[in-house]
């Protein structure tokens, strides 16, 4: 574990995962590790009303009807696409989901442009065939077929990316549940096992790219996962998020209390403003999610730690959140100039604190960005 | 086992007090709360009058509800309830479910003035343990129903005086629309009435409200009550349910902040409630044991020292009502309402009365209902209990058996789900959803798997609504309804209740009663289209200026105009109206608690606008005009008149100047055209109005909050009235002294004063151009310019006669200020117009188009009026030197003479000798012929 830069969910979250296999008497549907209530616990994190011997920490922060409905979905026939704006944090529940069901979420296929129907089914090893011919040792599949052959969940990032014959691939697979292998004479089939099933993620901002066919979206529950607005439960997020990344670099730096509602409170006033804007040059380019908070945030402990004097200031935290946001110019830069002026002046002036180092920083960065 | 543990309680109240010895780190005082639960409900039993405590829109109240009543036939029903809201419940049976019985008070005595009007509803359900006692205490003969509760004046009487507004006074009353609130006409039925409940049950404060739905996975309180309490008691007997609501009555009773103000409202309605049964109880002599007492199950738990029917208890002395007036009524409500009134979840009240018809046909029981009730069932009145009446047996515990034992699968049925799941789809696929069998076997599978995972043995509705979101709403909403909306339509929709004819008021069955010839069904809630062709069926006019009536009376969208208008002295011979007084019954019904008749209440809202503090001058006359265009009532108009008149004397601003000289303009051409004179106060009005705007023209225009465009309508008052006033004894030297002693400071009004000077021949053109010249020249007051322009414009409606100086002005400013100066100074000159001016500005360019040549080939040649040389004086009018006109002339002089005469004009006799222009004499004398065919004609036709 200590050899990779980031463990997947189910290696970072093993002791826990392997505890609540050992307590969980429910009953489990198909080949799952673990029992639905389980998953649910396992994401949501555990109470004391649970009756468990350990605690287990909560890992995704959002509507708990939103998991629920996501695992009750995977126990059904159909797959599950997770859809939302980005930095919701959709592919984070994705990853806890595989993981708690089958121990294993790297099976995923990326999105793109350039994705082919090849990343779904299969390809081949082409010196293989050429010395052996066709065979299904000289098969390569894909991360999906190796789902279905293992009765394990695949997931499929960014769907709306690739391109709509591609996703089209799919409906075979959500409805047949096997893959045929034409080239092959015999053992050309492969067939899903009990377990099987694919959680998919989209883009609301890509709608419209590559719109799923409407025989796809029968063949998947669709979960709309909403941005963060709760300033708790979004303070919640960046913590654990933040802590995260601080021991993942082995960095011994607190982020004082101030600064980080200095951060909610002005991606909050952000987010008021874009939801007033009238036009797309009236509002930010970003999503202003709570990934992006939190990217934000990680910037700014970055920079304190290896250019700064190992604290994080009200000003590094402005020139990180100017610099994460101002991404068209001048659109954004004016934006931000506007907003710097309009709300961060009048209440460095009235509250002081760290509004004021925040102020400075963010004139700063707008002058270094003009 | 001590004292404290004795009585049939006693091993319940030990475990519990074990129970917080081993779980809580203080244990008395958990001790002290658990045991104090289990107290109270031995307390709450031990009454001799039995306690019923209920929950609002619980189908299992309504339930066990229906059952007691059947098993006990108590003779006296005491229920929480307003007191004075006893005599409509009897109404009820002309209505359709669920309505609210409704007091209203517009004019309040003894309530801060600021809060009315005062509007309290308490809306009732079928599906509600009170309609149940209702309807059995009024259909069974010897029954008595008291209502015991607080009157409506208490509610508001017990509020704290120095609140802002009483927006959710009372008790039984929350927060409306927390997340519940449904926009659309049905959720606003209550409009901003406050509303009381029986039975209100809820967390006493919000982190235990938050605590219960956190740890019961539930997200609304509606659906932790249903999960936790209304299913569990579905079909407990009787014992069981009371002492379960008492225990959960109590335990919210005991969770909650003390010393609230609620605490002490709600404690106060408790002592309220127990001395009026001990009065009723007193003053009729019956059995206690026949006695049933309806209350909320948070006030079964009460503690205060009227409780129970001890002799000892110390008297609560009741204070009087105040002096006002309350009206009462039944309003329409629906579901929607009642769900955002309250706070409920949307769809609660709905599953609610879902539940209720379903454990009626499970338990095989008719409930009780009001003879002539009409409502979605068609079943016969409720069934008359043929059981006796059962003697109270000993208490017994079963408490201890119901928290013990594990759930009872409640919820949907497999049968009941599996319809569900294949109307919702065939309703999300009517709604635009690509939605197919495959969806409903899905939501089939995905409610059941949800409700495992939710701890449920069988899918609540919560949990269907859950799935059917999951499986059918995809990226997009298709329609108008999304997937939520649907399964709540689903689950018994919002129904709308319905008040009948007979329950409404006077002024209502009046309106109805003359709206007939239009031959409408007006009840029915959709919009209808009316079309009334008062040419042709003159019966149709009443109907007509009842309309107009109600137009001005209602709401915008109660009865609304297509086609035809009514005017001052004008009327429509064809008129089309889009009537919605089915769905502002409301509004209706509320109209009638201000008078019987619809004439009655306009002619009172017409004296209140002119009577009223902030009555204003201008606002009488808009009373006038609509006492003219609604009532035709001369009685009416004169009085209206008579006051505006006293009203625009006692007046010490001109703020509303401009409204009143477009008021009584409009007044007066409306006169002149039907009446034969004047009536007495219009003359008063002109004569009262010169005097008044000649008073305040010297302050006006030196006052700074006075606007230009008040002062300019007072000088269009008096310039325009001028000669009526003048004939009614006005004099003119009042103008001319207050023109003279106006000494203004700002341009504008200076302008305006140069106008007026102008007008009444003080000011030449030629000095007013001269004047204006010295301004354009003077750099220094150039910026000021536009002020004054904007003076000049306001000046049009008093000297209409300057438009074509105003337009001269215009352009000379435009022809000679430099560009430095000009062109910041058009945006002012625009802001300035636009601010002062909207009205004038079009008399302004209609008299620049006048002036500007209209084409583009004739603008080289083109020289402004007032730069063209003065033209040379002209004689006065073409003289005829010959031919045989002159000639008649001539020859008989007597008859111009004698005309002349009497004109006062002794002219003389001109000699055609000498020709004023000589070209046209050389070219006649040159061309004769055309001038003598001429004449030859003349004289053909003279002879």
């Known amino acids: 574990m200590s050899e990779m830069l980031r463990a997947p969910a189910e290696v970072k979250y093993a002791d826990e995962l392997d505890y609540l296999e050992s307590v969980d008497t429910d009953p489990k549907p198909f080949s799952w590790r673990l029992s639905p209530r389980m998953v649910r616990l396992f994401v949501l994190g555990s109470e004391r009303a649970d009756g468990l011997d350990r605690e287990i920490p909560q890992k995704w922060f959002g509507d708990r009807t939103f998991v629920e409905r996501s695992i009750v979905t995977l126990a059904s026939d159909r797959g599950l696409l997770l859809i939302g704006d980005p930095g919701t944090g959709k592919s984070w529940l994705a990853e806890l989901l595989a993981a708690a069901i089958c121990r294993n979420s790297t099976l995923v296929v990326q999105g793109t442009a350039g994705t082919t129907e090849d990343h779904i089914k299969y390809s081949w090893n082409v010196s293989m065939v050429i010395a052996r011919g066709q065979s299904r040792e000289s098969m390569i599949p894909s991360p999906i077929m190796t789902a279905m052959e293992q009765g394990v969940i695949g997931r499929f990032e960014e769907l709306t990316r690739s391109t709509s014959d591609v996703q089209d691939a799919l409906i075979s697979i959500l409805s047949e549940k096997y893959v045929s292998i034409p080239e092959l004479n015999d053992d050309n089939i492969v067939f899903a096992r009990p377990g099987f099933s694919v959680i998919a993620t989209a883009n609301s901002r890509d709608r419209g790219v590559n719109d799923l066919s409407s025989a796809l979206k029968r063949r998947f529950n669709f979960v709309r996962i909403p941005v963060v607005t709760n300033k708790r439960s979004e303070a919640e997020i960046v913590r654990f998020r933040t802590e995260e990344l601080l021991r993942r670099h082995r960095i011994e730096l607190e982020v004082p209390p101030t600064l980080l509602d200095i951060l909610l409170q002005s991606f909050a006033d952000l987010r008021t403003a874009a939801a007033a804007a009238t036009s797309d040059d009236e509002k930010l380019e970003s999503a202003l999610s709570t990934a992006e908070q939190i990217g934000v945030l990680e910037d700014a402990i970055l920079h304190s730690q290896f250019f700064g004097d190992r604290m994080l200031r009200a000003e590094t935290l402005a020139g990180s959140l100017m610099g994460s946001l101002a991404r068209r110019s001048p659109e954004d830069l004016a934006i931000l100039n506007k907003y710097l002026h309009g709300v961060v002046e009048p209440r460095a002036k009235q509250d002081g604190g760290g509004w004021e180092g925040f102020l400075d920083g963010g004139r700063q960065a707008i002058a270094a960005l003009s | ?943």
Not at chain 2, 3 to 27: I, K, N
Not at chain 2, 142 to 147: A, R
Not at chain 2, 841 to 848: D, G, H, K, Q, S
């Open chain 2, 1 to 943: 086992m001590t004292a404290a543990v004795a009585g049939p309680f006693g091993a319940l109240r030990q475990q519990l007090t074990d129970a917080a010895v081993a779980f809580a780190d203080s244990p008395d005082a958990l001790a002290g709360i658990l045991a104090g639960l289990v107290d109270d409900v031995d307390r709450a039993l031990a009454v001799p009058l039995e306690i019923f405590p209920v929950c609002h829109h619980s189908p299992a109240s309504a339930l066990a509800m229906l059952r007691r009543l059947r098993a006990k036939q108590p003779r006296v029903i005491y229920l929480e309830l307003c007191e004075d809201l006893q005599p409509l419940l009897g109404e009820l049976r002309n209505c359709r479910l669920p309505v609210a019985v409704q007091a209203f008070a517009a004019e309040l005595d003894g309530h801060p003035a600021e809060w009315g009007p005062l509007s309290v509803v308490a809306p009732i359900t079928e599906s509600s343990a009170e309609y149940q006692a209702i309807a059995y205490a009024l259909e069974t003969p010897g029954v008595e129903l008291v209502l015991v509760d607080r009157s409506t004046d208490h509610v508001f009487q017990w509020l704290p005086r120095d609140r802002p507004e009483p927006t959710r006074p009372g008790g039984g009353e929350v927060d409306a629309g927390e997340d519940g609130g449904r926009p659309g006409d049905e959720g606003a039925l209550h409009g901003d009435a406050v509303g009381v409940e029986i039975g209100d049950l809820r967390p006493g404060f919000a982190e235990l409200e938050a605590y219960l739905l956190h740890h019961g996975k539930v997200r609304h309180w509606s659906e932790w009550w249903d999960q936790y309490v209304e299913q569990p008691l579905a079909d407990a007997d009787h014992d069981t349910y009371r002492q379960v609501m008492v225990l959960i009555g109590s335990l919210f009773r005991r969770l909650r902040p003390a010393r609230s103000a609620r605490l002490d409202r709600d404690e106060d309605r408790e002592r309220y409630m127990w001395t009026r049964m001990r009065e009723h109880l007193a003053a009729s002599g019956v059995d206690p044991a026949d006695c049933l007492y309806v209350c909320g199950a948070f006030h079964a738990a009460s503690h205060v020292e009227q409780f129970g029917l001890a002799a000892d208890a110390p008297a609560y002395e009741i204070s009087p009502r105040t002096g006002t007036r309350w009206h009462y009524g039944l309003i329409p409500s629906s579901h929607s309402a009642i769900e955002a009134q309250f706070g409920l979840a949307p769809g609660s009240v709905s599953i609610a009365a879902a539940t209720w018809t379903k454990a009626l046909t499970r338990a095989g029981l008719t409930g009780y209902r009001l003879d002539g009730q009409r409502g979605s069932r068609t079943r016969a009145k409720g069934r008359r209990a043929v059981a006796g009446a059962v003697p109270g047996t000993g208490v017994t515990d079963r408490l201890s058996g119901f928290l013990a034992a594990p759930p009872e699968p409640g919820g949907l049925d497999e049968a009941e789900l599996r319809g569900w799941c294949v109307d919702i789809v065939r309703l999300a696929r009517r709604n635009g959803y690509l939605a197919s069998t495959a969806d409903a076997i899905a939501v089939f599978e995905t409610a059941i798997l949800l409700a495992g995972l939710r701890n449920r043995a069988r899918p609540t509705p919560y949990d269907f609504a859950d799935a059917a979101v999951t499986c059918i709403e995809k990226d997009v909403v298709p329609g108008r309804r999304d997937v939520r909306r649907l399964c709540e339509i689903l689950l018994g929709g919002d129904r709308v209740g319905q008040v009948g004819y007979d329950a409404l008021p006077p002024l209502a069955r009046d309106v109805l009663d003359r709206l007939r010839p239009l031959g409408l069904d007006l009840e029915k809630r959709t919009v209808q289209r009316a079309l009334l062709d008062l040419d042709a069926d003159p019966r149709l006019a009443p109907c007509s200026d009842l309309l107009w009536m109600l137009r001005y009376l209602l709401p915008p969208d109660a009865v609304r105009p297509i086609m035809g208008e009514r005017r001052l002295g004008h009327r429509s011979i064809q008129e089309s109206w889009d009537l919605a007084l089915g769905r502002n019954q409301r509004a209706l019904i509320e109209l009638g608690y201000e008078g019987v008749t619809v004439e009655q209440v306009l002619e009172q809202r017409l004296r209140r606008a002119v009577r009223g503090p902030e009555a204003t001058a201008s606002g009488a006359l808009a009373a006038v005009e609509e006492a003219i265009r609604l009532l035709d009532s001369p009685r009416l108009v004169d009085e209206l008149g008579a006051r505006a008149v006293e009203l625009l004397a006692a007046e010490r601003t001109v703020d509303d100047a401009p409204e009143v000289l477009r008021r009584i303009r409009r007044l007066l051409a409306h006169y002149r055209a039907t009446a034969p004179a004047l009536p007495a106060w219009c003359a008063g009005f002109v004569t009262a109005g010169y005097a008044h705007y000649c008073t305040l023209l010297p302050t006006a225009v030196v006052d700074e909050q006075t606007g230009v465009r008040q002062v300019g309508a007072m000088l269009g008052f008096l310039f325009s009235m001028e000669s009526l006033a003048l004939s009614l004894g006005c004099d003119r030297t009042q103008l001319e002294l207050a023109v003279a002693q106006s000494h203004p400071e700002a341009p504008a009004k200076v302008a305006l004063l140069w106008a007026a000077r102008h007008q009444l021949g003080l000011l030449p053109l030629a000095e007013l151009r001269a004047r204006c010249a010295d301004l354009l020249a003077n750099r220094l007051v150039v910026p000021t310019f536009p002020q004054y322009l904007s003076g000049f414009v306001q000046a049009l409606e008093p000297v209409p006669g300057l438009a074509p100086f105003v337009v001269e002005l215009m352009s000379t400013a435009f022809g000679q200020l430099p560009d430095p100066i000009l062109l910041p100074w058009l945006p002012t000159l625009i802001t300035t117009l636009r601010e002062h001016g909207p009205e004038l500005v079009p008399l302004l360019i209609r008299e620049a188009g006048r002036t500007f040549p209209g084409g583009l080939a004739t603008l080289d040649a083109w020289v402004p009026p007032w730069a063209a040389p003065a033209a040379a004086p002209t004689p006065a009018g073409p003289v005829a030197r010959a031919g045989p006109v002159v000639r008649l002339l001539v020859d008989h002089p007597e008859a111009v003479d004698a005309v002349a005469g009497l004109l006062g004009c002794p002219g003389e006799w001109r000699r055609a000798d000498a020709p004023a222009h000589a070209e046209v004499a050389a070219l006649l004398s040159q061309h004769p012929e055309a001038t003598e065919a001429v004449a030859g004609l003349l004289a053909a036709g003279t002879g």
